[in-house]
């Protein structure tokens, strides 16, 4: 009954059924792995936020990193920022979805570091290698507020760290290479450059611009992305269960067709003729 299990059309389902069933349970996993993840950087986050700032050198160093327990961690420093080596970061969108630029500018510590400070979003000027305007921080000594953050890589962004950028334009936000950069243009104190950087918050921008760079818990693309993975890896799974499930009744739709086929044959041949 079932030897047209053996036939090339039924070979190719089963073996494409077979092929579905680790691949779905394995995308299942991925899910739920990503779900993991979220969940434990949601409380990374959370706990970071909740906490008091504290000095940005108690949590990074120069040369150094940042550790993954200190991502947003609200840190304080006390300087000075220095516009004439400020750059801007190409194709970032502010809250409204809108491509333009970030703006870091070095800030130059009292005891002569220099800390990467992303001081928020501008617009792109018409022309895409012109130097956007870019409205001055607070002039003088004065101590900020931001959170921390690691240095941004191509791996773990996704962003491809473009080469043969216009003047003083860049793709990450790295600290290392930001520092040879700064080097390079015989920047002061470029060589005494903190790993990470930090994203500012306070003083607060005069007449709203940059915009600052908004929280997680404000950032409308972050919220409820963690929520939507245990739910696919849950479909994933479901659908594994379905396959062989589905590939089962198709066999014995089949195999019930055939016998009917071949019962109808057989009265067929067993009625005599009509005269």
Known sequence: MYRFLLTRQWVILTLVALLLVPTMIRLGFWQLHRHDHRQALNRVINASLAAKPVPAESLTS???????DDIYRRVTAKGHFDTAHELVVRRRTNADGQVGYHVLTPFVLDDGKTLLVNRGWV????????FPKIPAPARGEVTITGRLMQDQTT??????????LPDR???LI??????ALLRAEGAPHAKQVLGGYVELVSPAPRGGS??????PKEDRSWIGVGDI?????IQWWVFAAAVPLGWWLLVRREARERAQA???KTTDEAEPASV
């Open 62 to 68: 120069v040369g150094g990193t940042v550790a993954h």
């Open 123 to 130: 617009p792109s000027p018409a022309s895409q290698t012109a």
């Open 155 to 164: 791996a773990a962004s996704g962003i491809k760290n473009v080469k043969g």
């Open 169 to 171: 334009q860049i793709m």
């Open 174 to 179: 790295n600290s290392r290479q930001v520092g």
């Open 210 to 215: 940059p915009e600052p760079i908004p929280s």
């Open 229 to 233: 993975n245990l739910p696919y890896a």
């Open 262 to 264: 071949a019962a109808r």
